[in-house]
């Protein structure tokens, strides 16, 4: 069953406003990772987190790796058109490394 | 270092016939994992292999799919007698052994007519 609760579901903001969504999980993951896809492309790898409390940016981009490694958030400042798209949390699950994602957050720009 | 590659983009297939996806991971990693996606859907996890070996088959059904990651050349997901049912996207992701992070390629849009 799924594992990450990732929320909210969809967004709809004002060009130039921040956004945060976030996932979490009744369990411990040494690993998180954000995505986003664009319509018609494979989701591309924003930031990978790997310590618990670590905050990585990358550009407009922020995300933190929970004190309780069970919870993951991302934002994204000063929004613009092309931040359109599907955000989407992963982990990697168990001894095995099973990556397992989130349901995904769809998120809307209005100009 | 080419990213993940699959191919073919688009594949269009009658009722009945057989798909094959194929997947090139990145250099050096052993790791893949296939995924498929409807239309404003998430990313349903189907199957997880390392070189020669599947860890994981569980979100696979059990009739008319199957993968292979062989020890030389790109994995496979194939769909035999496909149905109209199995149209959607089809994405795959490797990685290196660890706690290292995947990356995916641009994914195979199967349409069944």
């Known amino acids: 069953g799924q594992q990450l609760n990732q929320s909210p579901q969809s967004m709809f903001i004002q060009e130039g406003e921040d956004v945060s969504m976030n996932c979490t999980s009744s369990s411990i993951f040494n690993t998180w990772l954000w995505y986003k896809q664009d319509p018609g492309e494979g989701p591309v790898l924003l930031i990978a987190?790997?310590?618990?409390?670590e905050l990585t940016s990358n550009g407009r981009l922020t995300a933190q790796f929970g004190i309780t490694r069970k919870d993951s958030f991302l934002n994204i400042s000063a929004s613009i058109p092309s931040d359109v798209g599907i955000y989407f949390c992963a982990v990697l699950r168990g001894s095995a490394r099973q990556l397992t994602f989130g349901s995904g957050t769809q998120l809307t720009v209005l100009p | 270092n080419a990213g993940v590659m699959q191919n073919p983009r688009h594949l269009v297939r009658r009722r009945g016939q057989e798909a094959r996806l194929r997947c090139s991971p990145m250099?050096?990693?052993?790791?893949v994992y296939w995924y498929r996606q409807l239309p404003e859907e998430g990313l349903k996890f189907m199957v997880y292999l390392q070189k020669e070996n599947i860890i994981d088959e569980s979100g696979m059904p059990k009739e008319r799919f199957s993968a292979e990651f062989p020890k030389e050349g790109p994995s496979i997901l194939r769909i035999q007698q496909v149905v109209r049912g199995d149209s959607a996207a089809y994405f795959c992701?490797?990685?290196?052994?660890?706690?290292?992070?995947?990356?995916f390629g641009q994914g195979t849009r199967l349409t069944v007519v």
């Open positions: 987190l790997y310590k618990a409390g």
């Open positions: 992701a490797s990685r290196e052994g660890g706690n290292t992070e995947a990356f």
């Open positions: 250099k050096g990693h052993s790791h």
